[in-house]
């Protein structure tokens, strides 16, 4: 079964032991996700998996057989322009030196669709209840495994918020 | 990393047929992809059992049936898991992060192993666990996060879910699948103290495969439930101590009480002491410092984590303070 890329069908590779991570990097010459700690740790790698977002680093490329991929190189528009929330972390300073960058952005979007679903988290006051009300403590939460050594976190909060905002009306 | 093959089991029968020596099944693979790498578990062949059928519906008795290739964060935003076992959806989010929580399935939860900074060091490090009978550096070394209950000469390790904090809490029965047919085992039985040999860390048999997880129904103290898991950061890391408590009341005395401790043994562990000289009390502060302080008489503290006594004493009063205040 082939794995769908950005929308292109590409095949398993033949050595199970090759991780999602590595076949988009090393295979597909796909560079966007980055290979920070390769151990779960640090969140760089982040993509999306059917839509949810996922490690590639601890995933096996064959586990993906039959699914659809997003990376950061496939999230731009139509018509080749950035996507929203990566013009957001532009405006508000989002990164220093970019290395989680896509990660955060990859993340941020399942996460948009998470709070869309009215899945709570681990700050949500109160579980049983609805949707949650968004806040940056919820953002923080959610974000959480996305690691930032360059400490862009506020940036990073605000361009969300500004995404949450814009895609709210 | 060794060569291994890859293969997804059609169904639970296919996945047991599969299971042989140098077999592994593979979940969400968040722990095994990674200890297959460092080269810590070898495995010739991997079942993929993550894409098996997943559902979680009520049992006939009124409880919960789920599947054990449930994703940890399908499971925590269930409508009824977040009504009817509220701490079950608390301890999900509380553990790893999003990405991890949307990987990981119910079964390899369960199965996750140690976070032992000397387990994982395979070169620098001695491990009983790992290697039995080569010592263990834990013991005089970093061990902040290491047992102070139910530990042995040969292993300090601590298991690492908060999932299954929750899942002892709320007396959680496993069922299995294997070679010699079916069978169920309670969450408080399945896991392992390390005493002589801390390379046994669960119950199952070779080629047994964890089908599901077994929730009875609600009692009023699991219907008003928290978990809280206290931590070196606020997000993402490993509990020092976490608490799963519950708690009914009756004319302003307990009248059902459950406690879990995550972050002090090998195992969830299901406070049953305190639990016991609580019951027909009034839940005041000092009733459930003393009854905590109970359960806690056995705990043998290590080097660099004394302060867990302390640190669980406060946060199960803390717990369940706070509920039985919710609920005068």
Same mark, same amino acid.
């Given at each position: 079964m082939p794995i769908r890329v950005n929308g292109a069908e590409v095949p398993p590779p033949d050595d199970a032991r090759i991780s999602l991570l590595d076949l988009l990097?090393?295979?597909?010459?796909? @560079?966007?996700t980055k290979k920070g700690c390769d151990q779960g740790a640090c969140g760089a790698c982040t993509v999306l998996l059917d839509g949810n977002r996922v490690l590639s680093c601890l995933t096996l490329a064959a586990q993906a057989e039959g699914s659809d991929v997003r990376t950061i190189e496939g999230l731009a528009g139509d018509r080749g322009g950035l996507h929203l929330l990566q013009q957001a972390f532009i405006e508000r300073d989002g990164l220093q030196c970019g290395y989680c960058t896509p990660g955060q952005i990859c993340s941020a979007i399942a996460m948009a669709e998470e709070l869309r679903r009215g899945d709570p988290s681990?700050? @949500?006051?109160?579980? #049983? #209840?609805g949707p949650p009300v968004v806040t940056r403590a919820e953002i923080r939460e959610r974000m959480s495994g996305n690691l930032c050594r360059c400490g862009a976190h506020n940036g990073i909060v605000e361009a969300i918020e500004d995404m949450l905002a814009e895609t709210a009306r | 990393m060794m060569p291994f093959g890859y293969v997804r089991a059609t169904d639970r029968a296919d996945a047991v047929a599969r299971a042989g020596s140098g077999t592994r099944f593979l979940g969400g693979g968040t722990n095994l992809v990674d200890l297959l790498r460092q080269n810590m578990e070898q495995a010739s062949n991997l079942v993929d059992v993550s894409r098996l059928d997943g559902s979680i519906r009520e049992s006939h008795g009124g409880g919960l049936l789920i599947d054990a290739s449930v994703r940890n964060a399908a499971l925590a935003a269930h409508p009824l898991v977040r009504r009817r076992y509220p701490v079950l959806t608390r301890a999900l989010l509380a553990g790893a992060s999003a990405q991890i929580r949307n990987m990981a399935t119910v079964g390899g939860n369960i199965l996750q192993r140690t976070r032992c900074l000397y387990f994982y060091d395979v070169d620098g490090a001695r491990c009983n666990k790992r290697q039995p009978g080569a010592g263990c550096d834990a013991r005089e070394g970093f061990?902040?996060?290491?047992?102070?209950? *139910? $530990?042995s000469d040969q292993c300090v390790a601590t298991h690492p879910s908060d999932m299954c904090v929750a899942l002892a809490m709320l007396d959680a029965v496993i069922h299995l699948s294997g070679p010699d047919g079916e069978r169920s085992v309670p969450l408080a039985d399945f896991h392992a103290l390390?005493? $002589?040999?801390?390379? =046994?860390?669960?119950v199952l048999k070779q080629g047994e495969l964890i089908t599901g997880v077994e929730l009875p129904p609600p009692s009023d103290a699991v219907t008003h439930s928290e978990y809280r898991k206290v931590r070196d950061r606020s997000s993402y890391a490993f509990a020092l101590i976490s608490v799963a408590g519950g708690l009914a009341l009756a004319d302003g005395r307990v009248t059902e009480v459950r406690i879990a401790l995550g972050g002090v043994a090998a195992k969830p562990w299901r406070a049953r002491r305190a639990e016991t000289a609580l =019951? *027909?009390? $009034?839940?005041s502060r000092d009733a459930i410092l003393a009854a905590i302080r109970e359960e806690l008489v056995d705990a043998r503290p290590l080097s660099g984590n004394a302060f867990k006594i302390g640190l669980a004493e406060r946060t199960v009063t803390a717990v369940l303070t706070d509920l039985a205040g919710a609920r005068a």
């Open positions: 990097r090393e295979h597909l010459h796909l @560079t966007g681990y700050v @949500t006051l109160d579980v #049983a #209840a | 061990n902040r996060y290491h047992a102070i209950l *139910g $530990a390390p005493n $002589a040999t801390p390379q =046994v860390e669960t =019951v *027909g009390r $009034a839940p």
